[in-house]
């Protein structure tokens, strides 16, 4: 039997007319022939409210009991989409994550996939079911204990199912009709793309949109997954929606082919750290360890290298973290300057900033993106406070207030509304 894996994001089973909506278009993926792997994810919310309660509970968290409240979220829909498929004649069967078994690593709350033995599912289609619903987002370690992958990974779910069992197409239901050149809510001359490259939405994901989890698009990349974007609230064909593909397979040309943004951020600078051979193994070493995903890293050197007051060589080190993270951050700083691992006079945190970001394949071969970018943000009278280049994108942290402005503006100055 041919099969399809339809994945069914947070609005899309939002409530049980929803959760109908959807069963009824794995009901017409399964009268055209296809045996079909639906993974859900939590109703939208609920997961935020999970995670709140556990933050309220216990500010800095054991992450396996973290684990084990949020991953209970798609459990939910995963039950009451089996039972609505059943309620319409279509054989229907839920599964979460340790009964398929789902086998992850055991980093709680930012889990990667091990393995997704097919037995217990293939032997159930054999019986004559033609769906599994499974829980996304969630896992079981070697340790036997509830794992979730990061958050939007159900995502991720559903592309690791996808090349498990070498499913014909992995369609991603959401809230939109597919991938625009940035998130259609925040500058309504976005426009929808039918392609895009792995490479472009692996950088756009990683610096911010979230319509598909980073790791799912790795991973499609990885095992030639044909993964597509369509909208879970409009009648959607085999045309719909925009396919993530190889970058031989798109015909548009543009430098630049999208804007991401990121607007929890923080940055964070430590006033005056000694510029010697080790410091930055001495702060980076113990933010890792406390599972601190430090994103931006300036260092530069401090006015006060020239203070009588200071004659050593110091410097000042800045970097970005998400803003949930910060306490975690200065704890671990805190730490690490009590058992005289470093010193530093102040830890400045700025919580009220912004990434955001170009990204384009096309930047590999042409220059001069970096300067009008800047020159479209000095139009608008935004400060850039970091700035950091790979070979693919240009980001900077900018404040948050201006976000949705300098989105706009950058939209416009790479003429993004336009086709190549
Ligand atoms: P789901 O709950 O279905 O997983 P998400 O909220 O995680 O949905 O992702 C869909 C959202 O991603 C859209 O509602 C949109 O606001 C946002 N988004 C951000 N960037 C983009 C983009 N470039 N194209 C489309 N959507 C984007
Ligand atoms: N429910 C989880 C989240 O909100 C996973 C997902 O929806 O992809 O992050
Ligand atoms: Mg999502």
Known sequence: MPLLVMKFGGTSVADLSRIKNAAEKVKREVARGYDVIVIVSAMSGKTNE???????????????????????GENVTAGLMALTLQEMDVPARSWQGWQVPINTTSQHAAARFMSIPRDNIDAKFAEGFKVAVVAGFQGLSHEGRVTTLGRGGSDTTAVAFAAAFAAE????YTDVDGIYTT???????ARKLDKIAFEEMLELASLGAKVLQTRSVELAMRYKVRLRVLSSFEDTDDNSGTLVCDEDEIMESKVVSGVAYSRDEAKLTLVTVEDRPGVASAIFGPLSEA??????IVQNISEKDYDEAHPGAVTDMTFSCPVNQVARAKKAMEDARSAGKINYEDLVVDTDVAKISVVGIGMRSHAGVAARMF???????????????????ISVLIDRKYMELAVQALHDAFELEKVA
Not at 55 to 71: K, M, W
Not at 183 to 189: A, E, L, V
């Open 183 to 189: 998130d259609p809510r925040i500058s309504p001359k």
């Open 169 to 172: 197409r992995c369609d991603i």
């Open 50 to 72: 999970l995670v709140g309660w556990v933050e309220q509970t216990s500010p800095l968290y054991d992450a396996r009991e973290y684990d084990a409240v949020v991953a209970s």
């Open 375 to 393: 020159e479209a943000l000095a139009a608008e009278n935004i400060n850039i406070k970091v700035i950091s280049t790979s070979e693919i994108k």
């Open 291 to 296: 599972g601190v995903n430090v994103d931006m």
